[in-house]
C-alpha cells in the first residue's frame, strides 16, 4: 500500500505553443487552449491526481505510484488525445511529460521530474519520460519532429559561441567516431568560426578517415582548395594523442554531430577539455556528456551541417564561405536529409541556398558519394543475401568485417536499400567485426520508429534513422532481439493505424 500510494510528480510543458497558436483567432485560441486544458484536467482526476497550471504552456500534476504503473501500461494515451485536438489548428498540439517516482525528499523528487521534462524536450518532444527505480524509460516520441520558424535561439547560442571562442587560447574542434560528411561538414564549419576570430584552431579527427580523405581529394581535384586563412584544414586535422598536449586550462572544446561519450573521436581530448561546446541534431540520449558550456540539441534540424550553416550567418555578418567550405556544409545536408528526402524542412532549403549562394558546387557532391565498383558489388551481395524473418522486417548481415569507416558506410547504404524494397518497412544491415564488436544500421520507412528498437540494444537515434554498436556480441546474440522488437513495434502501428500520428 505505501509504494501504490507513493507520491510522483511530472512536468507537463505544451511543446509547440507558438507554432500551433501562430494565425488563430482570439476564439480559436481560447477553444484551444480549453480543450486542452480540460484534456489534462479530466486525466488528472481519472488517475485520482492532481494538477496546478504554472503558465499558458506548463502544469505541475501529481499522482500515485499505481496510477503512474498504468500510464506506463497504456503507454501514456494521453500524448495521442493531445494531438487528436481540432480547433480551427492546422499544426497538431504536442505535449511533453517528465515524471519522477524517485527522490528521497520532496526537492530532488521535482527535480527528477524537472530533469525528466528536459530530457523528453530534448529528444524533440511529444513523449513521456518517466524516472522511476533509478532507471529511465520513454514512451512516445514516434512522431516527426517539427521545425521551429524562429530562429531567436540560433542567434543567441552564435553570440554565446562568440564570446566563448574569444575567451578561449585554443580551439578545438570534435566530431564523432569514424566521422561522416555531416560531421565534417560541421567540423569545418565551426573550425572556421574560429580562425576568423584569429584563434589557434585545431580539428581532432578519427586516424584513417576515409571521409576526410576523399573530401580533400575531390576538392583538390578541382582546384578548390579546402583552406581559410591561408591555413588547409588538412594541416591543422590532429588525432587525439597529438592534441591532448596542447590542451590547456583555457582551452575550448566544440562537440559537433553527437553528444555520448562513447562516441567521440578522442575521449582523452573530451575529459581533458573543461570548456565545452555541444552542437548536435540527435535526440538526446540518457547518457549525455555533462558539465558542458552551452547546449544546442536541435533534434528538429535535419544535420548538424544545417545548424552550423545557420550559427554562421549570426556570428558575423562580414565572414565569407569559400566555396570548398560550402561544399563541405552542404555535403552534410545532403547526406543527412538521404538527398532532402528525409527530416527536411524549410529551414533546411534556406540553409542549402545560403550555401549554394557561397559558391557550394552540386556537381562535386554527386563525386563525393559515387563509390567503386567493388564496393557496389559488396553492396549487391549483402541486399541478395538478405532474409525475411518477419513480414515487414529485411536484415542483412556482414560477417569478418574491418572495424572502419567504410564497413560503416556500406551497411548505412545497405538498409538504405532494403526499406526501398516493397512491403519492406524496417530495414536492419548488422556487421560482425574481426575484432569481436558489432554494429546495427536500421531504417525505416516512417511507419516504425527504429530509434525505439535501437534503444533497447543501447544505441540510438531518429525515427527513421538509428544504429548501435555492441562489443563481445555476434549476429545470433541479437537477431532474435532485434526480431522480437520490431514485430512489437509492427503490432502497434497495425493497432494504431488510423491514427495519422501513430505513437508507434
Same mark, same amino acid.
Given at each position: 500500500k505505501y509504494s501504490n500510494d507513493k507520491l510522483c510528480l511530472a512536468y507537463v510543458r505544451f511543446d509547440n505553443y507558438e507554432?500551433?497558436?501562430?494565425?488563430?483567432?482570439?476564439?480559436?485560441?481560447?477553444?484551444?487552449?480549453?480543450?486542452?486544458?480540460?484534456?489534462?484536467?479530466?486525466?488528472?482526476?481519472?488517475?485520482?491526481?492532481?494538477?496546478?497550471?504554472m503558465n499558458k504552456e506548463s502544469s505541475l500534476m501529481g499522482f500515485s505510484m499505481s496510477a503512474v504503473?498504468?500510464?506506463?501500461?497504456?503507454?501514456?494515451?494521453?500524448?495521442?488525445?493531445?494531438?487528436?485536438?481540432?480547433?480551427?489548428?492546422?499544426?497538431?498540439?504536442? *505535449? @511533453?511529460?517528465?515524471?519522477?517516482?524517485?527522490?528521497?525528499?520532496?526537492? $530532488?523528487?521535482?527535480? #527528477?521530474? +524537472?530533469?525528466? &521534462?528536459?530530457?523528453?524536450?530534448?529528444r524533440g518532444g511529444d513523449q513521456a519520460v518517466v524516472m522511476k527505480d533509478k532507471n529511465t524509460q520513454f514512451f512516445g516520441g514516434t512522431s516527426s519532429v517539427g521545425a521551429k520558424s524562429t530562429r531567436v535561439r540560433a542567434r543567441i547560442v552564435a553570440q554565446t559561441i562568440h564570446e566563448q571562442m574569444l575567451q578561449a587560447d585554443r580551439i578545438f574542434v570534435m566530431g564523432h567516431v569514424n566521422e561522416d560528411y555531416d560531421a565534417i561538414g560541421a567540423t569545418i564549419g565551426m573550425t572556421k568560426l574560429g580562425l576568423?576570430?584569429?584563434?589557434?584552431?585545431?580539428? *581532432? @579527427?578519427?586516424?584513417?578517415?576515409?571521409?576526410?580523405?576523399?573530401?580533400? $581529394?575531390?576538392?583538390? #581535384?578541382? +582546384?578548390?582548395? &579546402?583552406?581559410?586563412?591561408?591555413?588547409?584544414?588538412?594541416?591543422?586535422?590532429?588525432?587525439?594523442?597529438?592534441?591532448?598536449?596542447?590542451?590547456?586550462?583555457?582551452?575550448?572544446?566544440?562537440?559537433?554531430?553527437?553528444?555520448?561519450?562513447?562516441l567521440s573521436a578522442s575521449k582523452a581530448v573530451l575529459q581533458a577539455c573543461r570548456n565545452r561546446i555541444i552542437i548536435d541534431h540527435h535526440r538526446r540520449a540518457e547518457d549525455i556528456i555533462g558539465d558542458t558550456t552551452l547546449l544546442y540539441l536541435e533534434p528538429s534540424s535535419s544535420s548538424t551541417s544545417e545548424l552550423v550553416t545557420e550559427l554562421i550567418g549570426y556570428f558575423d555578418d562580414r565572414l565569407d564561405i569559400t566555396p570548398a567550405e560550402a561544399t563541405a556544409l552542404y555535403a552534410g545536408i545532403v547526406l543527412d536529409t538521404k538527398n532532402f528526402n528525409v527530416q527536411t524542412g524549410e529551414r533546411t532549403f534556406e540553409a542549402a541556398a545560403l550555401l549554394r549562394r557561397c559558391g557550394a558546387n552540386p556537381n562535386l557532391i554527386r563525386q563525393l558519394f559515387k563509390d567503386d565498383l567493388s564496393f557496389v558489388q559488396q553492396k549487391a551481395k549483402?541486399?541478395?543475401?538478405?532474409?525475411?524473418?518477419?513480414?515487414?522486417?529485411?536484415?542483412?548481415?556482414?560477417?569478418?568485417?574491418?572495424?572502419?569507416?567504410?564497413?560503416s558506410v556500406l551497411a548505412a547504404q545497405t538498409a538504405d536499400t532494403l526499406i526501398t524494397i516493397e512491403s519492406v518497412a524496417v530495414g536492419m544491415a548488422i556487421v560482425e567485426y574481426k575484432d569481436g564488436s558489432l554494429s546495427i544500421s536500421a531504417r525505416s520507412d516512417g511507419s516504425v520508429n527504429v530509434q525505439v528498437i535501437m534503444e533497447e540494444l543501447g544505441g540510438g537515434g531518429h525515427q527513421t534513422v538509428a544504429g548501435v554498436q555492441l562489443a563481445n556480441k555476434r549476429a545470433r546474440d541479437v537477431e532474435a532481439q532485434i526480431i522480437a522488437l520490431t514485430k512489437k513495434q509492427l503490432e502497434e502501428c497495425r493497432t494504431d493505424e488510423s491514427n495519422s500520428f501513430t505513437r508507434c
Open positions: 507554432e500551433v497558436m501562430r494565425g488563430l483567432s482570439e476564439t480559436n485560441m481560447a477553444n484551444l487552449n480549453g480543450e486542452i486544458n480540460e484534456l489534462l484536467t479530466k486525466w488528472a482526476a481519472s488517475k485520482q491526481g492532481f494538477i496546478c497550471r504503473m498504468d500510464m506506463m501500461e497504456d503507454k501514456f494515451m494521453i500524448l495521442d488525445k493531445v494531438r487528436e485536438i481540432r480547433s480551427g489548428n492546422k499544426i497538431p498540439p504536442t *505535449v @511533453s511529460i517528465g515524471v519522477a517516482c524517485d527522490g528521497v525528499t520532496l526537492e $530532488e523528487l521535482i527535480g #527528477n521530474a +524537472n530533469k525528466s &521534462l528536459y530530457l523528453a524536450l530534448g576568423s576570430l584569429g584563434k589557434e584552431t585545431y580539428i *581532432v @579527427s578519427s586516424e584513417h578517415n576515409a571521409y576526410y580523405k576523399r573530401i580533400t $581529394e575531390v576538392l583538390d #581535384n578541382e +582546384n578548390i582548395i &579546402l583552406s581559410a586563412n591561408e591555413t588547409k584544414y588538412i594541416d591543422i586535422m590532429l588525432s587525439g594523442a597529438d592534441a591532448l598536449p596542447l590542451v590547456t586550462n583555457k582551452s575550448l572544446l566544440v562537440i559537433v554531430d553527437h553528444h555520448r561519450e562513447v549483402l541486399i541478395a543475401g538478405a532474409k525475411m524473418p518477419i513480414p515487414g522486417l529485411s536484415i542483412a548481415i556482414m560477417r569478418n568485417a574491418d572495424n572502419d569507416t567504410m564497413s
